[in-house]
């Protein structure tokens, strides 16, 4: 992992330097879990025995059709547009178990299709399908492919829950180019009993009810991934300058459109200066069964959806929830392959609920979120991450992957350290580098890792942030300190600080209640200073503005070894 990472920091400040306008390197981990699950991060391309060299071929379009009017099967069909590349006359698709194809057919005679039985060859997750063109002697330009799929719900982000259904972009409900999820313009039609209303990405083009079915289309004018949420909805809007904020809420909801809208609003109005323009012109928040297993809250293209007894909040709004969903939108609800993957996804997402509480409500607010989370929010935080090492559970945050607590680990641990260096290399920089890299595109092509945003952070600081790669990222951990007073004179006392465990290179302020405070370089040894005012049953302070992630006793106790 440190090989992996420095190798992507190095190319990232050399590129940035060699070129300004390069772009360096994205879309959500659109699922927070609990606040988006683990599968937030692109699957690779599905390898299977035999098809390993069948390169996914690129959608050009994407034309969907959802329909929910049966209630015992939500189904899926349309037409993909691909792009053969190198030649090659065959590429899979693939959609996500529990779903089946029902049908896949090239609608010209120059391509056929086969289903294949997942099973078979080995795709445990996946039902396969291989596209393969009969044209002699040239491939064609595109290939246009029909699909039919079924879903009988029940999956992690495909699902038909006390009363509301969804099909989320990462459940890979649709076929695409080898099981990732890849998107591409074209248009998303929604069937639903009349009762209901539909939510997807893109803009609201047409809207009929023809007696028990209403029909709503949308339009999708980039390459986006998609994602449908639909129910008896009650549903408001208002319009905020050039922006839609709605709300979609259920029968029973304990909050309002106007503060729902008036929360959003605040939201992405301290979140632009800092990250830039949140990319969607209209913004759902939608409300889901309580009843919903496996997350709490995720991002789609331009909403949000929250279990019912999540969204209230003091402000009436849950801030923390939110802020970290719409953060998932401001990096374009990416996934990023392989390790490392959460810390790019979730843990920017849970930067932008620091961010925003920091604005909104000061920066103590926001350190009582770093330490201790929020009313209504997992505890991801300084205390929930020193509880994970505590058991044993702890990794190195550049090696995250789909492991029972990572993502936990990124939105608590790795969220402090995303803050120090916010401390470290100040605002400017911090959120600047953060601007261009989303400016440049390389978010929204997927292509920013560990290495590029250290890169990109160093170089916009200009500092070396190497030692914190080694110390914070390279491997598990966070700075345990023990200290008692070995000698005391009148007022005066001389009090020693022990490391427990590996060694961080800390410039930590000590401060004595009523006292002294200074300064301390701590490494890996002892150390030790003179403090005026440090009496018997005097309180002692270490790193009084939390300016690193240390235990405290406020956490519980140490984790083990500390």
Not at 156 to 170: C, D, I, K, P, Y
Not at 191 to 211: F, I
Request: a negative charge.
């Amino acid at each position: 992992m440190r090989r992996a990472v420095r190798r992507g920091m190095a190319l990232a400040v050399a590129a940035v330097r060699a070129v300004p306008a390069l772009a360096l390197g994205l879309l959500c981990g659109p699922v927070c879990g609990l606040v988006s699950p683990a599968v937030a991060q692109d699957r690779p391309p599905v390898n299977v025995d035999g098809l390993t060299e069948l390169a996914p071929w690129p959608l050009a379009k994407v034309d969907l059709v959802a329909d929910f009017l049966d209630p015992d099967v939500m189904r899926a069909s349309g037409h993909l547009v691909m792009t053969p590349v190198g030649g090659t006359r065959r590429a899979l698709v693939a959609i996500e178990k529990p779903a089946r194809f029902v049908a896949l057919t090239g609608d010209d005679a120059a391509v056929g299709t086969a289903v294949v039985d997942g099973a078979d060859v080995g795709a445990e997750d996946f039902w396969l399908g291989v596209i393969e063109v009969f044209a002699e002697p040239d491939v064609p330009e595109r290939v246009r492919v029909a699909f039919e799929v079924a879903h009988p719900g029940g999956a992690f982000l495909a699902f038909r829950e006390g009363g509301v259904a969804m099909l989320h972009n990462t459940a890979a409900w649709y076929p695409t180019p080898g099981g990732g999820m890849r998107g591409a313009p074209g248009t998303t039609e929604v069937r639903v009993p009349a009762g209901w209303r539909a939510l997807s990405g893109g803009q609201l083009v047409g809207s009929e009810t023809d007696g028990r079915v209403r029909v709503e289309t949308y339009r999708v004018d980039e390459a986006s991934g998609r994602s449908v949420v639909a129910g008896p909805f009650q549903v408001e809007a208002t319009r905020v300058g050039d922006r839609t904020i709605s709300s979609w809420l259920l029968p029973g909801t304990r909050v309002t459109h106007a503060a729902l809208a008036a929360g959003v609003d605040s939201i992405l109005a301290v979140t632009t200066p800092l990250f830039g323009r949140y990319p969607y012109d209209h913004v759902g928040v939608v409300e889901v069964p309580d009843r919903v297993r496996g997350w709490l809250g995720v991002s789609g293209e331009g909403f949000v959806a929250v279990q019912q007894w999540l969204l209230p909040g003091e402000l009436g709004f849950n801030l923390a929830m939110l802020a970290h969903e719409f953060g998932h939108g401001y990096w374009r609800n990416g996934f990023w392959r392989g390790e490392n993957g959460l810390m790019i996804s979730e843990a920017l997402s849970q930067y932008t609920a620091v961010a925003a509480i920091e604005s909104m409500l000061g920066r103590k607010a926001a350190v009582e979120f770093l330490e201790f989370s929020a009313v209504n929010y997992p505890d991801q935080s300084a205390r929930g991450y020193f509880g994970i090492a505590r058991f044993g559970q702890d990794r190195a945050l550049g090696s995250l992957g789909g492991g029972p607590r990572d993502h936990d680990l990124a939105d608590s641990k790795g969220i402090w350290v995303y803050d120090m260096i916010r401390r470290r290399i100040g605002d400017d920089a911090f959120f600047g580098a953060l601007r261009r890299l989303r400016d440049e595109g390389a978010f929204a092509r997927g292509e920013v890792g560990l290495g590029e945003l250290f890169g990109a952070w160093q170089d916009a600081g200009a500092v070396d942030l190497e030692p914190m790669l080694v110390e914070w990222v390279d491997r598990p951990g966070a700075p345990v300190i023990t200290f008692d007073v070995v000698e005391r004179q009148s007022d005066r006392g001389r009090l020693c600080l022990r490391p427990v465990g590996p060694a961080y290179t800390l410039d930590l302020e000590v401060r004595v209640a009523g006292g002294d405070s200074r300064r301390l370089a701590l490494s890996n040894e002892e150390v030790c200073a003179w403090f005026d005012g440090l009496r018997e049953a005097v309180q002692v302070e270490l790193d009084p503005d939390r300016e690193y992630l240390l235990w405290r006793p406020s956490y519980g106790p140490p984790p083990i070894g500390g």
